[in-house]
């Protein structure tokens, strides 16, 4: 193994959209893997985890619970990054150079191309960098496009008698043939424009959401005639503001004029 870091940051949460972000971004820079190692931690043991690597065709591998033998370069990582990065990351902080997450992120990817990865392995007597770039294993990469269909994330429903389906709390309308079927919708969820349905492995039309129709048929009334009323391209507030400005040095000069003469002899 290189040892290098296909990519790496720091989140608010431990939390399977904040996986699914940091393997898209590691994909897209270098490629699809064989097979991703993980432990056995919640979010590693998702079934939309499961189904992203099954659709990348990658092989999903868990460590066995209570062997820590087989995860040992991942902590000696962790720790390297706990001497190395992380005390450096405090005195930024103190500093003030570092105030955002946004922030701590660069620096860390600045730690990682030029003292991690330039940095000479004690094991194999390598940069990280140079046993990557020597390894004859080949890549397959992945088009943005085609990697935004693969995490999608896909649920089951049984199509109703009017052709309609729910998800997440919204009523979609389906194409007609479908009636007391199941069927697969994928969708993204911060992006719901768009929700694919698909049965048997084919892609069906896209859901439509559903346009609720009104039975009352009593002609609306028209809207009132609202009369604009016209500006004066003056501004109340504004105005305000200038009076109260000029009677604020009003008083300023009548209470200097009222000092000096109090001052003067008589």
């Known amino acids: 193994y290189s040892r290098l870091v296909v990519h790496g940051q720091f989140y608010f949460e431990e939390r399977v959209p904040r996986l699914e972000d940091c393997l898209k971004k590691a994909l897209l820079k270098h490629g699809v893997p064989s097979v991703i190692f993980v432990d056995n931690g919640s979010i590693y043991s ?4 499961a189904r992203i690597c099954a659709r990348l065709t990658t092989e999903l591998r868990h460590t066995k619970p209570g062997r820590p033998q087989g995860r040992g370069k991942q902590e000696k990582f962790f720790r390297f990054v706990d001497i190395s990065f992380v005390p450096e990351a405090y005195d930024l902080i103190e500093q003030g150079k570092i105030q955002t997450l946004d922030d701590l992120n660069r620096f860390f990817t600045a730690w990682l191309d030029v003292a991690y990865h330039q940095k000479v392995h004690n094991t194999f007597k390598q ?3 140079d046993r990557y770039q020597k390894c004859e294993h080949p890549i397959r990469y992945i088009q943005p496009h085609e990697l935004a269909q693969i995490f999608l994330l896909e649920e089951s429903r049984k199509v109703d008698k009017t052709k309609c389906v729910s998800l997440l709390g919204t009523v979609y309308e389906l194409e007609s043939g479908f009636a007391g079927q199941e069927v697969q919708l994928r969708f993204d969820a911060y992006d719901m424009s768009v929700v ?26 028209a809207a009132p005639v609202v009369t604009p009323i016209p500006t004066t391209g003056l501004n109340y507030v504004e105005l305000a503001y200038e009076k109260y400005m000029t009677e604020q040095k009003e008083k300023a000069q009548k209470g200097l004029f009222n000092l000096l003469k109090q001052e003067l002899p008589s």
């Open 127 to 129: 940069r990280p960098l």
């Open 196 to 221: 694919q349905v698909w049965k048997d492995g084919k892609r069906l039309e896209d859901a439509q959401l559903l346009k609720k129709r009104s039975l009352d048929r009593k002609k609306e009334p």
């Open 46 to 49: 998702s079934h939309h985890f």
